[in-house]
């Protein structure tokens, strides 16, 4: 993990937050590089889970919700962890994170445990009492179900359909941790998807094959991705069943995502504490009844921290370490570099920016003659740019460039008329 917390700060992937202020705890900012691969990871969910289907629609609800939601839901009342405070050092932990002796001091001392809810309390408008307490969300589902009736009023949806939505969670974790793994402040990338309670659990079953396959499909490694079904003792109040995706991170196999039957619990909550009917009506049988909910739920944090991960690689090339990070293509903050070979040489200089003007039409390209060549092509590496297009002193003369492949290192003469079309086909 230094490796890669090393990289990403040096390179611009990710900050510590607030670091001029000497940081806050468990916060962390996406630099210029991690923002470009943070947006991929949500675009590539996206396409494929509501651009490639014919039964999602999209959704982004707000931040900031009714508090009577938070009732429904049962965040209110379930959605703590048990802490104990260690009567000598006065240090705090969750319970279940002691056994029986202080993980700072060794002592055996401590207070009864006390509930602590992990939501984030704010306050609405201009009121200066309690009436105006609210929460930030603490997940995004919610946000799906309270707008249930709406998006089929609007979109004459027929069972089963889905809404997905991305968006910020907060939660006060007791104890965060493992750079992106566990923030107090992270996005969500989640799945209503609604069905007729007797297709509950063929539809589960798909959805923890397609987005199992989904993080394959992006490139990463089988062997680090495994499946871990919960036992019944573990399931949330609301869950009949669930899975979580876990990856093998440098700390341990840690959940990505989980996979949960929610049944029909959400939809009757709601309908009971805001006294709106949010029953299906289906028109052609004429009945009425809570559809079922499969919930595919993603971070995006994680998501992204995983990919980091599984793409960094190390080799030895003539003797020295060459760092590659060897992302998707579909996830890399950049396609493509244009790099001239020699900077002080105008006309060369003059091609290859007009070579990444054009570039950047079609991919995500950038232009750099800050170093010497080598020193160019390892840099890219290191961020993941899939190829280096290279302007050379015959380029001007023989109108040719040299691709050279992020992976392989090979390198490829090509006709600066084919250069879009060839870096489309490697592309595809
Ligand atoms: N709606 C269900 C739900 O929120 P969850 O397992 O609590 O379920 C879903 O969260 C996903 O959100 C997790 O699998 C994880 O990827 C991400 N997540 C949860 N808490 C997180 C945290 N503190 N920091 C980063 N990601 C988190």
């Known amino acids: 993990m230094e490796k890669i917390v090393s990289l990403c700060k040096r390179r ?17 900012d996406y630099g210029p590089l991690g923002a470009e691969l943070k947006r991929n990871v949500k675009d590539a969910w996206w396409k494929a889970v509501v651009h490639n289907r014919e039964d999602m629609v999209g959704l982004d609800s707000s931040i900031l919700m009714h508090p009577r939601i938070w009732e429904a839901s049962g965040h209110t009342e379930n959605f703590s962890d048990v802490l104990v405070d260690c009567k000598k050092c006065k240090k705090r932990f969750r319970e279940d994170h002691v ?137 949330a109040h609301y869950a009949k069943g669930c899975s979580d995706i876990e990856y093998e991170f440098p700390f341990g196999w840690s959940e990505l995502e989980g996979i949960a039957n929610r049944t029909d619990f959400d939809l009757k909550q709601h309908s009971e504490f805001s006294g709106k009917d949010l029953r299906f009506h289906d028109q052609v049988a004429n009945e009425k009844f809570f559809p079922y909910v499969i919930e595919p739920s993603g971070g995006v944090d994680r998501a992204t921290l995983a990919f980091l991960v599984d793409a960094y690689h190390e080799e030895e090339v003539e003797g020295k370490t060459r760092v590659v990070l060897k992302l998707n293509k579909n996830l890399v903050p950049r396609q493509v570099a244009v790099l001239p070979l020699l900077k002080k040489n105008g006309e060369i200089v003059s091609l290859a920016k007009r070579i990444k003007n054009d570039l950047q039409k079609t991919f995500t390209a950038v232009y750099d003659d800050s170093a010497a060549i080598g020193k160019l092509y390892r840099r890219q590496d290191e961020v993941g740019t899939f190829f280096c297009v290279t302007v050379d002193v015959d380029s001007l003369s023989d109108n040719q460039v040299t691709v050279r492949f992020r992976d392989t290192m090979k390198q490829e003469r090509i006709p600066l008329e084919n250069i879009e079309k060839f870096l489309i086909n490697q592309l595809n």
């Open 99 to 235: 056994d029986g002796k202080c993980p700072s001091c060794g002592a055996c001392d401590f207070t009864e445990g006390r509930a602590f809810n992990l939501m984030y309390k704010t306050r609405h408008g201009a009121v200066n009492d309690e009436s105006g307490d609210i929460y930030m969300r603490p997940e995004t589902a919610q946000g799906i179900f309270v707008n249930f009736k709406s998006v089929i009023d609007s979109t004459s949806r027929k069972l089963p359909f889905g809404i997905a939505q991305i968006g910020k969670s907060f939660r006060n974790e007791i104890t965060p941790g493992n750079f992106t793994f566990r923030m107090r402040e992270f996005e969500q990338m989640e799945i209503e998807y609604f069905v007729r309670p007797q297709d509950a659990e063929g539809f589960y079953k798909q959805w923890i094959d397609q987005r199992f396959q989904w993080y394959l499909d992006l490139g990463v490694k089988k062997e680090k991705l495994q499946l871990r079904v919960h036992p019944d003792d573990e399931l």
């Open 12 to 28: 611009g992937f990710i900050f510590p937050s607030s670091e001029i202020y000497g940081g806050l705890s468990s916060a962390w």
